[in-house]
Every structure is written in structure tokens, then in C-alpha cells.
């Protein structure tokens, strides 16, 4: 049986790190965080590079979750964004 959750299990096949743009998992997962009531509270991700490859573009992409209610914590670096010391990993 497929959970509700499963469809917010996403990816960008084959597309760069480097930029924001072609981002079709990466969108589609900010407007689901933008949806009242929010499908989750929580993002996973394995490691900040999954995000972005720019720190720029990971803080920015934190705050705009944050705005929405959406925590992210990133497993392989073990970082809560809503730890302090959070920022100054980058």
C-alpha cells in the first residue's frame, strides 16, 4: 500500500546541482510546502549538495521553507535548520 508521504519522496534525475532551474522535484516540493494544510513539517535530505551546490542557494531555499513551516535536516551532516548555529556551516 502506497503512503501519502511516498509521493513527496522526490528527485532530480540528471539534473545540476548547479543551478535552481530544471529543478522539476525541487519545485514541485516548494509548492507542496506552500499547500494549506502542509503534506509535511519535515524535510530529509542526505546531504546539503542534494539541495544545491550553492550555499547561497541552500540558505535561501531553507528560509523559504522556514516561512512555510518546513524544517529541513540534512542526515549525512547531521544539521537541523532550525539549530542556532544552523548559518554557520556555510
Same mark, same amino acid.
Given at each position: 500500500? $502506497?503512503?501519502?508521504?511516498?509521493?513527496? !519522496?522526490? @528527485?532530480? +534525475?540528471?539534473?545540476?546541482g548547479?543551478?535552481l532551474?530544471?529543478? $522539476?522535484?525541487?519545485? @514541485? =516540493? /516548494?509548492?507542496?510546502?506552500?499547500? #494549506? &494544510?502542509? &503534506?509535511?513539517?519535515c /524535510?530529509?535530505?542526505?546531504?546539503?549538495s542534494?539541495? @544545491?551546490?550553492?550555499? !547561497?542557494h541552500?540558505?535561501?531555499? +531553507?528560509? *523559504? =521553507?522556514?516561512?512555510?513551516? !518546513? #524544517?529541513?535536516? %540534512?542526515a *549525512?551532516? #547531521?544539521?537541523? @535548520?532550525?539549530?542556532a &548555529?544552523?548559518? %554557520?556551516? %556555510?
Amino acid at each position: 500500500m $502506497k503512503h501519502a508521504l511516498d509521493n513527496y !519522496v522526490l @528527485s532530480d +534525475i540528471d539534473a545540476s546541482g548547479f543551478t535552481l532551474q530544471g529543478r $522539476k522535484g525541487l519545485l @514541485s =516540493l /516548494l509548492a507542496a510546502a506552500k499547500r #494549506q &494544510p502542509r &503534506p509535511f513539517d519535515c /524535510l530529509l535530505v542526505d546531504n546539503t549538495s542534494r539541495l @544545491s551546490r550553492h550555499p !547561497v542557494h541552500v540558505l535561501h531555499l +531553507i528560509d *523559504s =521553507l522556514a516561512y512555510y513551516g !518546513v #524544517q529541513v535536516y %540534512f542526515a *549525512s551532516e #547531521q544539521l537541523n @535548520s532550525e539549530d542556532a &548555529p544552523f548559518a %554557520f556551516f %556555510f
